[in-house]
């Protein structure tokens, strides 16, 4: 790729990354895991340079559901941030730990294989299905202009039903190519 080209969309990506980090804390969230990727690299930085979130980077998304599950019951609002293969991965934590002891949780999951993005047309045809099959409430966030009342709307069903909600962002919320 042209580096230049790298360098705008990096710029490009920080006003979308700025607007969930603040829809996250409008939503009330005080704690954030995430696990590396490429396409929200952005947004894990501007989690991670917020003073107001705690964050807390991990090498598993399981883990992830386990470490959220401890900071809820400490009294945080946790989000995670992953990617869809992640989300996969976590199925087994999610199941034994936030549906069976209800544990809310705002999953924040790159929807890579959404439409018009090469490479990931599998994944992308599974995760939803795979949403739903666990009983997640499932948003899928296109429009900026959406960002905080979509986090906001998907915390408040994730407190009020205790199971996690899942928010699946794609490039074009991103600001990614």
């Known amino acids: 790729m042209d ?99 209800q544990i809310p949780i705002l999953m924040l999951i790159y929807y890579a294989g959404d439409i018009g993005d090469r490479g990931f047309a599998t994944l992308g045809t599974v995760t939803e299905p795979v949403l739903q099959a666990m009983g997640f409430r499932t948003y899928v966030l296109r429009k900026k202009d959406e960002i905080d009342t979509t986090l906001r709307g998907a915390q408040i069903l994730a407190e009020d039903s205790k199971r996690p909600v899942a928010v699946l962002l794609t490039k074009s919320v991103l600001g990614v190519a």
Not at 29 to 34: L, N, P, R, S
Not at 60 to 89: D, P, S
Request: net charge neutral.
């Open 3 to 101: 580096p230049s080209r790298r360098k705008t969309e990096t710029l490009d990506a920080k006003a979308p990354a700025a607007a969930i980090v603040a829809g996250l804390k409008n939503a009330g969230i005080d704690f954030v895991a995430t696990l590396p990727d490429e396409k929200m690299l952005e947004l894990i930085r501007a989690v991670e340079n917020d003073a107001a979130l705690r964050h807390v980077p991990l090498c598993r998304e399981e883990e992830g559901i386990g470490i959220c599950a401890g900071a809820y019951l400490a009294g945080k609002k946790t989000a995670i941030i992953m990617q869809n293969a992640g989300f996969l991965n976590s199925c087994n934590a999610l199941t034994t730990t936030s549906l069976q002891f």
